[in-house]
């Protein structure tokens, strides 16, 4: 095989990885669960053992390997994660193998993926934000995710769109998260279903959705709130930082139309005396995050323009699964 990365996309419950070559040609991807019900340690193990049976697939040294971390996060350290447990891991602890190696913030490389290679690719600036399970935002300024003074930019789910709403998880009250994220989606039709309807246990967004697009009262009006959220959320965004675009992405954003219509819609009445910025639709779904950790991958080993010349025919095959 001709030179190639490790890239490493680790979240709460599943790590994706694959391996890429300088030309950009993924030629080989897996999935392993995260095993973070057993701690720090093991999640650390898995990694290491993941990183080594890829390269050792891959028939040679790597030149390199990118992680992309949930939490806090520099290019040398995992400082803090919530879901996992860890704190100030060396990236050089991560990683089995005597070769350069760089951590990103999970969504902010996947925000470098979809800037270098993906939605945002001729943008400067722009918003990448997935819509899943939680709510996190990259910020991209001049082709660069911008993490803030200290890694905690992005925090978009936080934004209080409610003052007098439902309290957030996160201790505060009325957040974006609370209200326009997958699962508060699903919880938020759960908690009103009636009993007898067989949605009231196990409802999900995607469900909520169609229910949404068939008329359903209660559904249209849990949905109706999620796009008032984001579209005050973005609102705020826009008039701070006048991004080029929004690049959504995550779960909800593959319900299409019936997310991005009336959240235009909404968007521009929250901005009256200025045009909103327009929406895209994210280019490169579930692969954001590992294609981000080749792109850190490649400049760890020097490469500082990987990606730029990168043909999108050759990203499409294969995804991960």
Not at 36 to 49: C, E, K, L, N
């Amino acid at each position: 095989m001709s030179s190639f990365v490790v890239a490493l996309d680790v979240g709460g419950t599943s790590m994706k990885g694959g391996l890429v070559t300088r030309s950009g040609e993924i030629v080989r991807t897996d999935r392993r669960a995260t095993p973070r019900d057993r701690g720090p340690a093991a999640v650390i193990a898995t990694i290491r053992s993941f990183i080594d049976d890829l390269a050792t697939a891959g028939g040679g040294t790597p030149e390199g390997v990118g992680l992309a971390v949930p939490g806090l996060v520099t290019a040398e350290t995992a400082l803090y994660s919530a879901n996992i447990g860890w704190r100030d891991v060396p990236a050089t602890d991560l990683v089995p193998l005597d070769v350069p190696v760089m951590l990103g913030h999970d969504v902010r490389t996947g925000g470098l993926a979809e800037s270098v290679l993906g939605a945002g690719r001729e943008l400067s600036d722009f918003l990448f934000l997935p819509i899943g399970t939680g709510i996190a935002g990259a910020t991209i300024l001049h082709g660069e995710p911008y993490g803030g003074s200290a890694g905690w930019g992005g925090e978009i789910g936080h934004i209080p769109v409610f003052p007098d709403g439902e309290p957030c998880a996160c201790g505060q009250i009325g957040c974006l998260e609370t209200y326009s994220s997958a699962s508060a989606v699903a919880r938020r039709y759960s908690t009103r279903a009636p009993a007898s309807s067989p949605d009231a246990v196990s409802v999900t967004a995607e469900r909520v959705a169609a229910l949404t697009a068939s008329g359903d009262p209660l559904a249209v009006e849990i949905w109706g709130d999620a796009v008032e959220a984001l579209s005050l959320a973005l609102a705020t965004y826009t008039l701070l930082l006048d991004p080029s675009a929004i690049v959504l992405g995550g779960g909800l954003a593959e319900a299409g139309a019936l997310l991005s219509d009336p959240l235009a819609e909404r968007l521009q009445k929250h901005l009256a005396f200025r045009q909103a910025p327009p929406l895209r639709q994210a280019a490169l779904g579930m692969s954001a995050g590992m294609l981000g950790a080749a792109l850190l991958g490649w400049r760890a080993a020097g490469f500082a323009d990987a990606g730029t010349t990168w043909s999108l025919d050759v990203l499409k095959s294969p995804r991960v699964a």
